[in-house]
């Protein structure tokens, strides 16, 4: 019972500081599914196949409300990648291509509320994501690709729709990455994310 009424006091504390102010603060934990798209197969004259890579985020937001509109930066750890493995596997020539990386991403987005109530809130966000890559694992049997092919940072937009219910804020985006592989190289890649994420405001 102690703990119950103490979690309950913390709950509501925490929606009086975050009620209070205009600036939001807080943390978020999300799933994300990523998919590959290449140009391998119009070099190699060869179908193939692309395969979602499922993985996770997890990082923090501040937001600044003004009435319907708000702007929302995030900082957070990512996991992104793909799998592009050939259409037949008869083919002994071929291996799929693994692209598994970390990331640090920073999106800018500006929101609008659709519906504004003073406990639940229906918005609408959108703007571009920069990406610094941490960290790779690129597994690959075309010779013209190797870890270093990777660019160090780039960038992408993201659209998505959240809700806020009091302290608690969630939401479901789609993003789309520039090409993710060095510009001296023939090949290209961008990826596809699509992510779900939970939210806690601190304040």
Do not use: C, W
């Amino acid at each position: 019972m102690k703990r119950i009424i103490l979690i309950t006091g913390l709950l509501v504390f925490t929606y009086a500081l975050y009620s209070q102010s205009n600036v939001n603060l807080g943390i978020k934990y999300g799933q994300n599914s990523s998919v590959m798209i290449t140009n391998i197969e119009q070099l190699l004259e060869y179908p193939f196949n692309e395969e979602q890579y499922d993985s996770y985020h997890v990082g923090a937001f501040a937001r600044l409300n003004l009435k319907r509109f708000s702007l929302q930066p995030e900082i957070y750890f990512n996991n992104k990648g793909g799998i592009v493995a050939p259409a037949s596997s008869t083919s002994s020539s071929l291996s799929p291509v693994s692209f598994k990386y970390q990331t640090v991403d920073v999106p800018v987005l500006a929101g609008f509320s659709v519906i504004n109530r003073k406990h639940f809130k229906f918005r609408l966000t959108g703007g571009p994501v920069f990406s610094y890559i941490t960290a790779n694992n690129f597994f690959s049997d075309i010779s013209a690709l190797d870890k270093e092919s990777f660019q160090s940072q780039y960038m992408g937009m993201q659209f998505g729709a959240g809700i806020d219910i009091l302290f608690l804020t969630l939401d479901a985006r789609f993003e789309q990455s520039a090409n993710i592989i060095n510009s001296s190289s023939e090949y290209e890649a961008k990826n596809r994310v699509f992510l779900i994420s939970a939210g806690i405001k601190l304040f």
